[in-house]
């Protein structure tokens, strides 16, 4: 069992819904960090960043010609009091977190075969994420309550699919300490 934390990064939190939410997510998701670290799991952060270049723009970035999270900039940086340590960083340029990165390397080489996956955007990030784990044959929770996005339609209809169909559960935070501590 792993702790998979995506992208708790300033870029995402310019968003004035998001950014409203990130002390209670920030708490939740520290205190799951804490359990993960007691109970000698591992805690891995993935964070999103692009080239100035445009070579690792997604479509949409390239057709707005507009990029974002740039390495060194504040965009790129985690968000303050996140309690980093000494876990695994991950830098990703598409919403799948496994997409062109060595996650499923660390993840092989640490012979995890559970992640509970929390951060932001459900609907996209955390989803495609999850949904890339299935494809890697890996059992799969949501952090329901360490988990944002700033639309709330598509991420109730991920979190539906997930759990439906990819019998991923979404838990809450008392349940998602017990599977870590577990």
Request: aromatic fraction near 4%.
């Amino acid at each position: 069992m792993a702790l998979l934390v995506i992208d708790l990064q300033n870029a995402y939190f310019e968003n004035p819904d998001l950014a409203a939410r990130l002390p209670k997510l920030l708490q939740r998701t520290n205190e799951l960090i804490r359990a993960a670290r007691t109970a000698g799991r591992p805690v891995i952060l993935v964070r999103t960043v692009h080239a100035r270049d445009r070579s690792t723009w997604t479509l949409n970035m390239l057709e707005d010609d507009e990029g974002f999270a740039f390495p060194g900039t504040e965009q790129a940086a985690y968000v303050d009091t996140l309690e980093v340590g000494d876990a695994v960083d991950i830098r990703k340029t598409r919403d799948n977190a496994f997409h062109g990165t060595r996650l499923l390397e660390i993840i092989a080489q640490r012979a995890i075969r559970h992640l509970l996956i929390g951060g932001v955007s459900t609907h996209s990030c955390v989803a495609q994420t999850a949904m890339a784990a299935f494809a890697e044959d890996l059992q799969v929770a949501i952090a329901g309550d360490a988990i944002a996005s700033e639309n709330r339609s598509l991420s109730e209809a991920a979190l539906t699919f997930l759990s439906e169909e990819m019998r991923q559960p979404v838990l809450d935070q008392d349940s998602c300490l017990q599977l870590l501590r577990g």
